[in-house]
Antibody
Framework: EVQLEESGGGLVKPGGSLRLSCTAS????????FNWVRQAPGKGLEWISS????????HYADSVKGRFTISRDNAKSSLYLQMNSLRVEDTALYYC??????????WGRGTLVTVSS | DIKMTQSPSTLSASVGDRVTITCRAS??????LAWYQQKPGKAPKLLIY???NLESGVPSRFSGSGSGTEFTLTISSLQPDDFATYYC??????????FGQGTKLEIK
């Protein structure tokens, strides 16, 4: 069974940085677009970034544009999210999700990011 | 960016009821619309893709319809396992993806 596993979350002060990772247990990682989606405590889902398989197309939500950077290493079946200039409102559970053009058909369990002084 | 609006935000229903959730897009997304179910403490689960296609393994009591800017998710006969929060999402290729705000389906 294919799985996604996020890591790298934790407690960080406002203005700080974190790098999230998502590793896929499949060899077909390099054929899919992947996304980061977050969910603040008690709130809804917020899509924040996507990157196509060949890195040609990258999108960001306005809320993170200029602060977050998505990247991937297909050889390591891994997706990353570099988060800089973190704000209290970035506190959330961060999911990575596979895009099969059927929507987001595979999700990890998420990694929690807490931004607090 | 395309804004997705779901209604209602909360829905109270009983086992066996037929329920419908609506999702409206601020501009056409063609049929690039998905529905997800999320239970507390769990990741979302894909139910419907391309507006009306049932994801593998999802019970046939779930169905989706619509195109353009208006979409619906229908559960034909609610089961106890269906009480959860439901989200629509547009995934048009040329726009950042966006989710609706969610519909919490509660037991009446």
């Amino acid at each position: 069974e294919v799985q996604l596993e996020e890591s790298g979350g934790g407690l960080v002060k406002p203005g700080g940085s974190l790098r999230l990772s998502c590793t896929a247990s499949e060899s077909t990682f390099n054929t899919y677009t992947f996304n980061w989606v977050r969910q603040a405590p008690g709130k809804g889902l917020e899509w924040i970034s996507s990157m196509t398989s060949n890195r040609q197309y990258i999108h960001y939500a306005d809320s993170v544009k200029g602060r977050f950077t998505i990247s991937r290493d297909n050889a390591k079946s891994s997706l990353y999210l570099q988060m800089n200039s973190l704000r209290v409102e970035d506190t959330a559970l961060y999911y990575c999700a596979r895009d099969s053009r059927r929507g987001l058909d595979l999700w990890g369990r998420g990694t929690l990011v807490t931004v607090s002084s | 960016d395309i804004k997705m609006t779901q209604s209602p935000s909360t829905l109270s229903a009983s086992v066996g009821d037929r329920v419908t959730i609506t999702c409206r897009a601020s501009q056409s997304v063609s049929s690039w619309l998905a529905w997800y179910q999320q239970k507390p403490g769990k990741a979302p689960k894909l139910l419907i893709y391309q507006a009306s296609n049932l994801e593998s393994g999802v019970p046939s009591r779930f169905s989706g319809s619509g195109s353009g800017t208006e979409f619906t998710l229908t559960i034909s006969s609610l089961q106890p396992d269906d009480f959860a929060t439901y989200y629509c999402q547009q995934y048009n290729s040329f726009s950042p993806y966006t989710f609706g705000q969610g519909t919490k389906l509660e037991i009446k």
